[in-house]
């Protein structure tokens, strides 16, 4: 961290704080799962080696890493949202925001109900939470 009386030090304490004083419940297991489920960049849909977590409501708006509010992102994008809101930041990239919303609900709620009635990890598949085909 840096040192000293910098904005990026005040930054780091208020950011550190912020962490403290709630509930970060997100697994290791959920976060493989959300990574599968995904397949890539939440938003951008880019095949990433290494997806960064992003909360969907950043944390400096009260957001929490937990199932239902972390997506996998890759650096680009991560960097790019920053802490904006996220519906406002995928109009502004041009970026598809009403798939992107579906699939989020999708995922989220069939993790959720996953983990809650306690299937293994080895059981969530990549096609299991994609978007309904219409036939």
């Not at 095949?47 to 909360?55: E, I, M, R, V």
Request: charged share 25%.
């Amino acid at each position: 961290m840096p040192t000293g009386g910098s904005k990026q030090v005040r930054a780091a304490r208020k950011r550190k704080k912020r962490m403290a004083s709630v509930t970060h419940d997100l697994t290791d297991a959920q976060w493989d799962a959300l990574k599968t489920s995904w397949g890539g960049c939440a938003y951008c849909g880019s095949a990433t080696t290494s997806p960064q977590k992003d909360c969907v409501q950043a944390i400096s708006r009260g957001g929490r890493y937990t199932l239902g509010n972390v997506v996998p992102a890759c650096g680009s994008c991560n960097a790019s949202k920053c802490n904006a809101e996220v519906t406002g930041w995928l109009r502004r990239k041009k970026l598809d925001e009403r798939s992107f919303l579906v699939r989020h609900y999708e995922i989220s709620t069939e993790l959720t109900t996953r983990f809650a009635s306690g299937e293994s990890l080895g059981e969530v598949r990549q096609d299991s939470v994609g978007p309904p085909e219409h036939g």
